[in-house]
C-alpha cells in the first residue's frame, strides 16, 4: 500500500482518510467526532477563522458562525487538497505570499481578531507550517489597525501639506527620472554607518548615494555631498536634518506630503514621490496628475522606503549603510546627526542625561579577552 498518498477509507459510518500511516478522522465514527468538536467551538464575532487542512468538510455545517465572522479554508499539501470536498471553496497555498495576495483581499475593517478552528487530524501533519499562516494573519491585521490608528492621528496633516505641496509638481520631476546605472548606496542614520565613511569618499565617483534626511549631516560633516536626499515626514521635527545645509546644492526626493518648510531649504533640483497613504479621494487626483509615476506602498519607515526608491532607479548593484534598524544603549544615531548633537550638547555633570545611564548598562564587547579567565581563590 502507498502511504504517500491519502486513501479513502470505508469505516462502515463513513468516510475516513489514510495518510502517511495515520488516520485523520476517528477510525469508528469519521463525522460523528468532527461533528461534536464543531458543536463544542463557540465562535466569536468580528473573527477570521482558519480551517487547516479541511478535507472532506465534516463538521463544517455544524459550526454556528456569526455573521460578523468569516472562515478561510486552508490547504497546503497538494495530494489532500486533490482529494477534498469542493464543495466548500478551499485555498491551496504553497508559500506564504500566496497566502498575502489573498490577505489583501479581504476588507480588515470588519475583523478584530483571527484563530485557528481544528476540526480533524490534517493540522498535526504540518502544525508549524499553519501556525506560520496564522502568525502571517496576525501580523497583517496588526499592521492593518496599527495605519488604521496611524491615519485617523496623521492623517488630516498629509493632506494639508500635499495640498499645500502640489504647486511644486510644476517644478519638480518624477523621482524615477534620477534613473542611473551606478551602484547606489543608500545611507541610513544608524550608528553603523560611521564605519563606512572612508570607503564611500575613496569610492564616491563610481556610486550614486541616496540618503535619508537625518544622515546629511553626518555625510557632510566629512564632505561628503550625496547625490540625492529622501524626505517623508509631514511634521516639522527633521527641520534640525537640514540645519547647515541650507541653500547647498544638493537634490531632494520628498513625498508630497512632506512637510512643506523642508522642500525649500535645499536649492538642488527637487524630484517629487507620492505615498499612497489611504484611498482617499484627493488622493486620487494627485495621482491623475501624475500619471507616469507609480505611487509608493505605505512602507512605514525612510530607510524602507529608501531601498524601494532605489529599486526603481538602478539595475545594478544595491549596497545599505546605516540602515541598522536597532542602536547600541545610549547612542541611538550616528555623529552628526541632529539627536546625536542635541544629547551632547545636553549633557553636563549635574545632568548626565539618558543616553549616558543607558550608556552604562551595556554588555561589556571582548568580555573574555579584557577580562581573561581568573582562578578563583579563596581565604
Not at 477563522?49 to 497546503?76: A, Q
Not at 569610492?203 to 561628503?224: G, K, P, S, Y
Not at 488622493?283 to 501624475?290: F, G, I, P
Not at 519607515?301 to 545610549?330: E, P, Q, R
Amino acid at each position: 500500500m502507498n502511504n504517500d498518498k491519502p486513501l479513502l477509507v470505508d469505516t462502515g459510518r463513513g468516510l475516513t482518510i489514510k495518510y502517511r500511516n495515520r488516520l485523520l478522522y476517528s477510525k469508528f465514527a469519521p463525522t460523528d467526532r468532527a461533528n461534536k468538536i464543531a458543536i463544542s467551538n463557540n465562535l466569536n464575532d468580528s473573527t477570521i477563522y482558519i480551517v487547516p487542512s479541511p478535507l472532506l468538510c465534516y463538521g463544517l455545517d455544524k459550526l454556528k458562525l456569526p455573521e460578523t465572522s468569516i472562515i478561510l479554508l486552508v490547504e497546503i499539501d497538494e495530494n489532500l487538497f486533490n482529494i477534498s470536498d469542493k464543495t466548500s471553496p478551499i485555498l491551496f497555498i504553497k508559500k506564504g505570499i500566496d497566502f498575502l495576495d489573498i490577505l489583501k483581499k479581504i476588507d480588515f475593517d470588519r475583523y478584530k481578531k483571527c484563530e485557528l478552528l481544528i476540526l480533524n487530524g490534517g493540522f498535526n501533519l504540518y502544525r508549524k507550517e499553519y501556525d506560520r499562516l496564522l502568525n502571517i494573519l496576525l501580523n497583517y491585521m496588526h499592521s492593518y489597525w496599527k495605519n488604521r490608528y496611524t491615519i485617523t492621528k496623521m492623517g488630516q496633516l498629509w493632506i494639508k501639506n500635499t495640498i499645500k505641496n502640489l504647486p511644486l509638481l510644476d517644478s519638480a520631476q518624477p523621482f524615477d527620472r534620477l534613473k542611473t546605472d551606478k551602484p547606489i548606496i543608500v545611507v541610513g542614520a544608524g550608528e553603523s554607518a560611521e564605519n563606512s565613511l572612508n570607503k564611500l569618499k575613496d569610492i564616491r565617483d563610481r556610486i550614486f548615494i541616496l540618503c535619508v534626511d537625518t544622515a546629511l549631516q553626518t555625510l557632510l560633516e566629512v564632505d561628503i555631498v550625496p547625490d540625492v536626499v529622501l524626505a517623508l515626514e509631514a511634521q516639522y521635527y527633521n527641520l534640525p536634518d537640514f540645519y547647515g545645509a541650507k541653500n547647498k546644492n544638493i537634490n531632494l526626493i520628498f513625498d508630497l506630503s512632506s512637510y512643506p518648510g523642508v522642500i525649500r531649504t535645499l536649492n538642488g533640483k527637487k524630484y517629487y514621490a507620492i505615498t499612497k497613504f489611504s484611498d482617499s479621494k484627493i488622493l486620487s487626483k494627485v495621482e491623475k496628475l501624475a500619471p507616469n509615476l507609480q505611487m509608493l506602498p505605505p512602507l512605514g519607515s525612510v530607510g524602507i522606503t529608501a531601498i524601494y526608491i532605489a529599486l526603481k532607479l538602478t539595475t545594478n548593484s544595491i549596497f545599505l549603510v546605516g540602515l541598522d534598524f536597532s542602536y547600541t544603549l545610549g547612542k541611538t544615531h550616528s555623529k552628526g546627526t541632529p539627536y546625536h548633537l542635541t544629547s551632547l550638547q545636553k549633557w553636563n555633570r549635574l545632568n548626565p542625561g539618558n543616553s549616558y545611564e543607558s550608556s552604562l548598562n551595556r554588555p561589556i564587547k571582548n568580555y573574555k579577552r579584557v577580562f581573561p579567565t581568573c582562578k578563583r581563590t579563596t581565604f
